[in-house]
Every structure is written in structure tokens, then in C-alpha cells.
């Protein structure tokens, strides 16, 4: 037994054989793993009603991982932002998104309603480099370790000021960093969060989103999990794309596109495309026709995201006026859309920021 484990990511079998070989019986598996993702415990002492030996030989065993929440912002009903601390005081996003209508591809129905949606990091930096994005701006430090996924979902709930509910119920795997570069860790995490003993959030409750790595969508394709995918389109040609999107010189269009059929073929599953709308660049009417001849290939639906402004970026978001004909006219096409309405607007909206402006006040002090 590595002593580095995480408690967090061992399945029951794993458990349940190490407590056989200490000689403790196999009940005490689910008593220990409802300790973590029913009771959100921080640590083996918390578990009162596990013996005091026990708990003592599990401390020496397992890693029990919780990363301090440094901060929250954002009011009740808005997107909210928790600023996480990892072990080697790397900082992470989670966003608390209140209508994941919104951002799962799909119209709010009356049962979807108030259900509120986790958005997930992958990576602490992102080598993607997208222009557009504040992750992307500092670069790629390093992968999370499956329970550092995990751990911003525990940590989440364990914020939840309404403790008699859950309050996260679909995933989006969305922040910080591009999930598929970051495979196995992610797929191991998702098992966990999927697993009815662990965290039990369904498969199609969660979404994965990625950039476009074309290769990792066809693996993705050989999955059992019947996750959902959403893919970061922001363009309809490679040309607008190739200059926000540095991974598009890497996976063309076609070459996105074609693997998305593939996995589309394969899961029988509908895909939904990501747009950010920035000002004359990708909000242009040829764009628009590009991205309703796109959507009609695959039935997917658009999100679309007007830009929010990233400090040191020179992108803007379209006037209102752009921004309403671009959703018509896809609408118009026939194309499933969603403009997502951001509340709050703080200067922190966008993905990645919060995380580089508290960054830049630790290296201040
Ligand atoms: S948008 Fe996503 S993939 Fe692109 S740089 Fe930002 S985190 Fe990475």
C-alpha cells in the first residue's frame, strides 16, 4: 500500500480487501465511505462512529484530501466562484452555476429547475493557450490528481448553506485546464463521482467539455460512462478559429468535426457546442452561417457565451444589438440555441480570473 493513497479513490473492493487484511470486517467499507461523500468528513477523526484503532490505522494508510476553500464571491441565486488551495499552494476555480439549462445543452424544463450545476477543473494552467481565456495565460503548471477533481465537488457541498439538500446536481467539467489532456485522472475522478458509493451524480449528469482533441474524443467514444459532450467551438472556420484557438492548428475543423460524428455514431448521444460571442471577430453573419450549417450536421445545440472581458486582453463582447441578431438568425435556421445571461458580471467572470487576480494579490504581499 502506497501511503500517499487517497482515501478518497479507493473503490469498495480496494477497501474492503485492505480492511480483510487488518482483519476488520467488510461493513465497515460503506460506514467509511458514506463518512466521505454522504457526511463530507475532512478527516478520520470525524468519523465517530468508527473504533479509535481503526480510524488510526487508516490515517497511517490513506491520504484523507480536502483543499482549504480560500474564497467565495458571488450572492445567493448567481454564479458563484470558490477559490480552492491545493496541497502545493496551487489555486483552482470551481463555479457554482444556479441554471444549468444553461450550460448542459439543453432547455430549462420545470423539473431541471433550481438544480444547480458544479463547473470543474482538470489541470491547475492550461497549455491550450486559448486567447480568449485567462487560464490560458499563465500556462500549464500541472494535471489535479483524481481526488483534487473530486475534492472541489466534496468541498462544494461541504459550503452548502442548506445542509438538509444537495445542492449539486450536474457537473460540468469546464474550468480551468482541457479535460482530455488530463484522461486518466479525469476518467478515474468521474467513476467516483458517477458510483453510486461514491458521490452518485448520474453519467448524464455529466458533462465534458472539451477544446477539441480529437484523438481523446474517439477514446472518449470507448468509454462505457455515458457522459455528455460539449465541445468549445467559438468559430465556424478554421481561420477565426486558428486564431483564438491555438489547438485548432493542431485539429482542424474536419478533423474535430469528423471525430465528433464518430463519437456521436458511436454513443448515440447529442452533442452540444460552446460559442463565446466576441465582437467582430467570430459574431459576423458568415460566421453565423457557418456555425447553423455545423449545428444542423450534428442536431446539437449551441450555447452561446457573449465575452467577458479578461484583464490584458484586447477581445471585446458584441453590443446587445449584434449579439440578439446572432441568436435570431440561428434560431431562424432551426438551430436549438441558449444565450447565457450572466448574472452578477463582477469583474471576475470569466474562467480562470478569479484564480490570477488572487494570485497577483498573494505575490503583492
Ligand atoms: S478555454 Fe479551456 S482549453 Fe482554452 S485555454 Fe482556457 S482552460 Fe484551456
Given at each position: 500500500m502506497?501511503?500517499?493513497?487517497s482515501?478518497?479513490?479507493q473503490?469498495?473492493?480496494?477497501?474492503?480487501?485492505?480492511?480483510?487484511d487488518w482483519?476488520?470486517p467488510?461493513?465497515?467499507?460503506?460506514q467509511?465511505?458514506?463518512?466521505?461523500?454522504?457526511?463530507?468528513?475532512v478527516?478520520?477523526e470525524?468519523?465517530?462512529?468508527?473504533?479509535k484503532?481503526?480510524?488510526e490505522?487508516?490515517s497511517?494508510?490513506?491520504?484523507f484530501?480536502?483543499a482549504?476553500l480560500?474564497?467565495?464571491?458571488?450572492?445567493e441565486?448567481e454564479t458563484?466562484?470558490?477559490?480552492?488551495?491545493?496541497?502545493?499552494g496551487?489555486?483552482i476555480?470551481s463555479?457554482?452555476?444556479p441554471a444549468?439549462?444553461a450550460n448542459?445543452?439543453?432547455?430549462?424544463s420545470?423539473?431541471e429547475?433550481?438544480?444547480?450545476?458544479?463547473?470543474?477543473s482538470?489541470?491547475v494552467?492550461c497549455a491550450?493557450?486559448?486567447?480568449?481565456?485567462?487560464?490560458?495565460?499563465?500556462?500549464?503548471?500541472r494535471n489535479?490528481?483524481p481526488?483534487?477533481?473530486?475534492?472541489?465537488l466534496?468541498?462544494?457541498?461541504?459550503?452548502n448553506?442548506?445542509?438538509?439538500?444537495r445542492?449539486?446536481?450536474?457537473?460540468?467539467i469546464?474550468?480551468m485546464?482541457?479535460?482530455?489532456a488530463?484522461?486518466?485522472?479525469?476518467m478515474?475522478?468521474?467513476?467516483?463521482m458517477?458510483a453510486e458509493?461514491?458521490a452518485n451524480?448520474?453519467?448524464?449528469?455529466?458533462t465534458?467539455?472539451?477544446s477539441g482533441l480529437?484523438p481523446?474524443?474517439?477514446?472518449?467514444?470507448?468509454?462505457e460512462?455515458?457522459y455528455r459532450?460539449?465541445i468549445?467551438?467559438h468559430a465556424?472556420?478554421?481561420a477565426?478559429?486558428?486564431l483564438?484557438?491555438?489547438i485548432?492548428r493542431?485539429?482542424?475543423l474536419?478533423?474535430l468535426?469528423d471525430?465528433?460524428e464518430a463519437?456521436q455514431q458511436?454513443?448515440g448521444?447529442m452533442i452540444?457546442?460552446?460559442?463565446?460571442l466576441?465582437d467582430?471577430l467570430?459574431?459576423?453573419?458568415?460566421q453565423?452561417q457557418?456555425?447553423i450549417r455545423i449545428?444542423?450536421?450534428f442536431?446539437a445545440?449551441?450555447?452561446?457565451?457573449?465575452?467577458?472581458?479578461?484583464?490584458g486582453?484586447?477581445f471585446?463582447?458584441?453590443?446587445?444589438e449584434?449579439?440578439?441578431?446572432?441568436?435570431s438568425?440561428?434560431?431562424?435556421?432551426?438551430i436549438?440555441?441558449?444565450?447565457?445571461?450572466e448574472?452578477?458580471?463582477?469583474?471576475d467572470?470569466a474562467c480562470?480570473q478569479?484564480?490570477l487576480?488572487?494570485m497577483?494579490?498573494?505575490s503583492e504581499?
Amino acid at each position: 500500500m502506497n501511503q500517499s493513497d487517497s482515501i478518497l479513490t479507493q473503490s469498495p473492493q480496494a477497501l474492503t480487501q485492505q480492511l480483510a487484511d487488518w482483519g476488520i470486517p467488510s461493513w465497515r467499507t460503506k460506514q467509511i465511505q458514506e463518512w466521505i461523500f454522504h457526511h463530507r468528513a475532512v478527516s478520520f477523526e470525524a468519523c465517530a462512529n468508527l473504533p479509535k484503532t481503526l480510524r488510526e490505522k487508516l490515517s497511517s494508510h490513506y491520504k484523507f484530501y480536502s483543499a482549504p476553500l480560500l474564497c467565495v464571491t458571488g450572492h445567493e441565486g448567481e454564479t458563484r466562484k470558490f477559490l480552492w488551495k491545493l496541497c502545493d499552494g496551487n489555486l483552482i476555480e470551481s463555479v457554482l452555476i444556479p441554471a444549468p439549462a444553461a450550460n448542459t445543452g439543453h432547455t430549462s424544463s420545470n423539473s431541471e429547475e433550481n438544480r444547480n450545476t458544479l463547473c470543474i477543473s482538470t489541470q491547475v494552467g492550461c497549455a491550450c493557450g486559448c486567447k480568449f481565456c485567462a487560464s490560458g495565460r499563465s500556462g500549464f503548471i500541472r494535471n489535479l490528481a483524481p481526488e483534487e477533481i473530486i475534492d472541489q465537488l466534496l468541498g462544494a457541498e461541504r459550503w452548502n448553506p442548506h445542509q438538509n439538500k444537495r445542492l449539486i446536481h450536474n457537473l460540468v467539467i469546464m474550468g480551468m485546464g482541457e479535460p482530455l489532456a488530463n484522461y486518466e485522472n479525469l476518467m478515474k475522478a468521474l467513476s467516483i463521482m458517477n458510483a453510486e458509493w461514491g458521490a452518485n451524480i448520474g453519467a448524464r449528469k455529466i458533462t465534458i467539455s472539451t477544446s477539441g482533441l480529437a484523438p481523446k474524443i474517439r477514446r472518449l467514444a470507448a468509454e462505457e460512462a455515458q457522459y455528455r459532450l460539449s465541445i468549445s467551438l467559438h468559430a465556424a472556420t478554421d481561420a477565426v478559429r486558428s486564431l483564438i484557438m491555438p489547438i485548432n492548428r493542431k485539429y482542424p475543423l474536419k478533423e474535430l468535426l469528423d471525430a465528433c460524428e464518430a463519437y456521436q455514431q458511436t454513443k448515440g448521444r447529442m452533442i452540444s457546442f460552446e460559442y463565446i460571442l466576441i465582437d467582430r471577430l467570430n459574431d459576423t453573419p458568415s460566421q453565423c452561417q457557418g456555425l447553423i450549417r455545423i449545428a444542423h450536421r450534428f442536431h446539437a445545440h449551441i450555447n452561446l457565451i457573449p465575452y467577458n472581458p479578461v484583464e490584458g486582453c484586447d477581445f471585446k463582447r458584441p453590443p446587445q444589438e449584434t449579439i440578439r441578431k446572432f441568436t435570431s438568425e440561428l434560431l431562424a435556421g432551426g438551430i436549438s440555441a441558449t444565450l447565457r445571461q450572466e448574472k452578477g458580471g463582477n469583474i471576475d467572470a470569466a474562467c480562470g480570473q478569479l484564480r490570477l487576480r488572487k494570485m497577483k494579490d498573494l505575490s503583492e504581499k
